[in-house]
């Protein structure tokens, strides 16, 4: 069975500044999907940025950006200039192609604070 | 227009009440879902439709029981509350996870706070 880790559970950057969150995850899988998604207080659950197994390029999304490392099963996510928008609880997620595809599955989350 | 709805927003009701939560798309997508929030912020799937046919239950007890009168449909009943059951609930939607020309992300209604007292 797939797992996704999480191994940040809380991290805190300064307005402006860049962070990295973390994601590792295990699969016997060669094709798949991978997601970040973003929980803000308002409790709604955002897509922030998709990338396919796939691609090589890493995906980007304006100040989003990932780092997949396919061999090493990693996939970091880079906030780049960040906003005070940006607190909000992050979630790593995984998406089988094989299985039908009908389970997604998260980590248990990085909460991101970021200091005025 | 908002893409998928939830309601309610909140629900605190007393152990062994039954309670429902309804969600609907409008999105036009032919999969629907149920995940579970607990209060240490893990998701976790209970269900999955497509087509109103029931493809994932994931080991949910039998006193949660999902209906899907149509595709844009996914209502959530459940019996004989607990404690345990207080959770905030999402429904979600996504394209067929089977079409290989989308990646299918998930769409998520804003999510029902449920409260067992």
């Known amino acids: 069975a797939q797992t996704v880790t999480q191994s940040q559970p809380e991290m805190s950057v300064q307005e402006a500044e860049t962070v990295t969150l973390s994601c590792t995850y295990d699969t016997s899988e060669s094709d798949y999907y991978l997601f970040w998604y973003k929980q803000p207080p308002s409790r709604q659950m955002i897509l922030v940025i998709r990338?396919?197994?796939?691609?090589?390029q890493n995906a980007t999304e304006n100040r989003f950006s990932v780092n997949f490392q396919k061999a090493a099963k990693s996939f970091s996510l880079k906030i780049s200039d960040s906003q005070l928008g940006d607190a909000a609880m992050y979630f790593c997620a995984y998406r089988s192609v094989y299985t039908g595809g009908f389970k997604t599955i998260f980590g248990a989350g990085t909460r991101l604070f970021v200091k005025a | 227009d908002t893409a998928v709805s939830q309601t309610p927003k909140y629900l605190v009701t007393q152990m062994g009440n039954d309670k429902s939560i309804k969600c609907e798309q409008n999105?036009?997508?032919?999969?629907m879902y149920w995940y579970k929030q607990d209060s240490k912020k893990f998701l976790k799937i209970m269900f999955s439709y497509n087509n109103k046919e029931l493809i994932i239950n994931e080991t949910v007890p039998n006193r949660f029981s999902p209906k899907s009168p149509d595709k844009a449909h996914l209502n959530l009943h459940i019996n004989s509350l607990e404690l345990g059951d207080s959770a905030v609930y999402f429904c979600?939607?996504?394209?067929?996870?089977?079409?290989?020309?989308?990646?299918?992300?998930?769409?998520f209604g804003n999510g029902t706070r449920l409260t067992v007292t």
């Open positions: 990338q396919e197994a796939y691609k090589q």
């Open positions: 999105l036009g997508h032919d999969t």
């Open positions: 979600a939607s996504s394209q067929d996870p089977r079409d290989s020309t989308t990646n299918s992300p998930l769409h």
